[in-house]
């Protein structure tokens, strides 16, 4: 069943969508809305369950493609054709869910601190025991032990306090069936490397520096499989770099948006 998505929009121009990370919303893309929309229309839905979205009753086959279906369907009631992609951790994954039933909508691609890779059986598992403990619990507090050390890099931690504190916040506010439902649907994503290379797009590869949960080789998987990409590092940045370095990812946003 479809799930309408709550969608933050802003500006006039080319379609821009931002997909957001996990357990965060769309809010998160609030700087890039701010530096994108003197120029594009710049739209980012929150995903099944978080920020202002519903879950859905069909919660027992979590997949990202209904994610991906659910945008799309969005982008046609607001009469988007095609558009500029991006995502970012989870939201990187859903937008190669997006590519594999929708390649024609896209017309430039932007990855941010994720992988093209399913999940190897160690990585799935953890996430399946973090669904099962989060429902059990009634709350998402357990990822503010195993998820949120790992979303931002040292310097963040050590010298953005009040990014920290926002980040900490909205992890704090992720209701438990989305969280259960986001990681079962990650969990069982498939690998994506193929889908890339049939993407003849020009794409935009990011990754922070001090990335704990996407590596340098995932970041360069990406971009080996992409016919036309470029890859940008971000310095003293961890998974979350929109959010970290708002500055720096703007910046390598629009101009790489504006090669399009």
């Not at 809010?27 to 979205?53: K, N």
Request: net charge negative.
């Amino acid at each position: 069943m479809r799930v309408d998505p709550y969608v933050i929009e802003a500006g006039r121009g080319p379609a821009v969508v931002l997909l957001h990370a996990f357990p965060l919303n769309a809010s998160m893309w609030s700087a890039q809305r701010e530096a994108l929309s003197g120029s594009y229309r710049v739209i980012c839905p929150d995903q099944r369950g978080f920020g202002g979205t519903q879950l859905g009753h069909d919660i027992e086959d979590p997949r990202l493609d209904d994610v991906a279906d659910d945008v799309v369907a969005m982008l046609d009631s607001r009469k988007v054709g095609t558009f500029v992609l991006g995502g970012l951790s989870m939201g990187g994954y859903v937008a190669m869910a997006l590519l594999r039933r929708h390649p024609d909508r896209v017309s430039g691609l932007v990855l941010a601190d994720t992988k093209a890779t399913a999940d190897p059986p160690e990585a799935a598992a953890s996430r399946l025991r973090i669904a099962e403990a989060v429902v059990e619990a009634g709350n998402s507090a357990l990822l503010l032990d195993e998820v949120l050390p790992k979303l931002i890099g040292a310097t963040t931690k050590e010298r953005r306090p009040m990014v920290q504190g926002r980040v900490k916040a909205l992890v704090e506010r992720a209701p438990a069936y989305a969280v259960s439902w986001a990681q079962r649907a990650m969990a069982a994503r498939p690998d994506s490397l193929e889908t890339l290379q049939g993407i003849d797009v020009p794409a935009l590869v990011i990754r922070g520096d001090e990335d704990e949960l996407s590596s340098e080789a995932d970041t360069q998987a990406m971009a080996d499989a992409l016919p036309n990409s470029t890859v940008v590092t971000i310095p003293k940045s961890g998974h979350l770099t929109a959010v970290e370095t708002p500055e720096e990812f703007s910046a390598a946003l629009l101009e790489f948006l504006a090669t399009l």
